[in-house]
């Protein structure tokens, strides 16, 4: 078990590594890009499946609420919360719709509408930054290797990794770094 243990550490360093220290200044454009959006009064809509849709609820928490500093809340929306919208959309639609018909509902031009996906291949994450898109919003992708939301989104954070765990253990560790550099964009005599 203690193998276990220091494998599963050494894997999930290795990973966050190869994935942003080469991505440094993707990063920061992505996160100056969403701060701009924040700042000109828009927000941001996030979301995707199981896991992801556990990250999209906290990555919003941390805007809503706080992330590392007192400040004034910023507007973001998980758009996996509301099981009577969701299973709505289900049950009269598809699933493939659940997104999508809120980004059509929720989106205005120059919002952001940040996707999440492991596989990147997750058909209604695929069809909401596609609609996401047609309305004008900067699509943010969330994925592992790539998938189709890697072709799909305007910028996108790839994690350099097959393993389910390893990449959502880095989609949060991005989303931590991007959610400290919007603060201290936003921000700045926060950190004075």
């Known amino acids: 078990m203690r193998s276990i243990i220091f494998e599963t550490l050494k894997e999930s360093i290795d990973v966050k590594r190869r994935s942003i220290e080469p991505n440094v200044n993707h990063i920061i454009e992505t996160s100056e890009r969403i701060a701009a959006s924040l700042s000109s009064g828009h927000k941001i ?5 199981g896991g992801s849709a ?4 906290h990555i919003a928490a941390e805007f809503v609420n706080r992330f ?71 699509t943010i992708g969330m994925t592992g290797r790539g998938g189709r939301l890697a072709k799909s989104a305007d910028l996108v954070l790839r994690v350099d ?32």
């Open 45 to 49: 809509l996030i979301f995707g499946n």
């Open 68 to 138: 590392q500093t007192e400040r004034s809340p910023l507007a973001a929306i998980a758009l996996t919360t509301d099981s009577s919208v969701l299973t709505s959309i289900g049950n009269d639609y598809d699933f493939s719709y659940v997104f999508s018909k809120q980004i059509q509902a929720l989106g205005k031009k120059d919002d952001v509408a940040w996707a999440i996906s492991t596989s990147g291949n997750s058909k209604n994450v695929i069809e909401a930054v596609k609609v996401a898109r047609e309305i004008g919003l900067l």
């Open 161 to 192: 990794s097959d393993v389910t765990a390893r990449i959502q253990e880095t989609h949060i560790t991005l989303a931590h770094i991007l959610c400290d550099l919007i603060e201290r964009i936003l921000f700045p005599e926060k950190f004075d």
């Open 54 to 57: 556990a990250d999209a609820q």
